[in-house]
């Protein structure tokens, strides 16, 4: 079993930075593909990034190419999220998950872990 724990979120102005982080906890976690997902109100739970056991194979959601990026370090059972030139639409809370699958998981029923997740909030 993998307990995540995210932090990093919080108020920004658009074309800022956050660096979200996600610690884990759990024997399991370095054979884990992790993954960040994003909820907006009234909205879907959407996926952000993977990465996978390894940290050398990475998915990014096309919205956020090229602004976010997904890392992980096994020594300290964390993986981040860097996210550069935020956007208004980039505001929702985000969530980070584990999954038994590869990097390629993309949907939320393909994690079974999730964090409780942490409000991301751009200003224009």
């Known amino acids: 079993q993998v307990q995540l724990v995210e932090s990093g979120g919080g108020l920004v102005q658009a074309g800022g930075s956050l660096r979200l982080s996600c610690a884990a906890s759990g024997r399991t976690f370095s054979s884990r593909t992790m993954g960040w997902f994003r909820q907006a109100p009234g909205k879907e739970r959407e996926f952000v990034s993977s990465?996978?056991?390894?940290?050398?194979?990475?998915y990014v959601a096309a919205s956020v190419k090229g602004r976010f990026t997904i890392s992980r370090d096994r020594a300290k059972n964390t993986v981040y999220l860097q996210m550069n030139s935020l956007k208004p639409e980039d505001t929702a809370v985000y969530y980070c998950a584990a999954s038994p699958l590869s990097a390629a998981a993309s949907s939320p029923a393909e994690y079974g872990n999730w964090g409780q997740g942490t409000q991301v909030t751009v200003s224009s």
């Open positions: 990465i996978n056991w390894s940290g050398d194979v990475t």
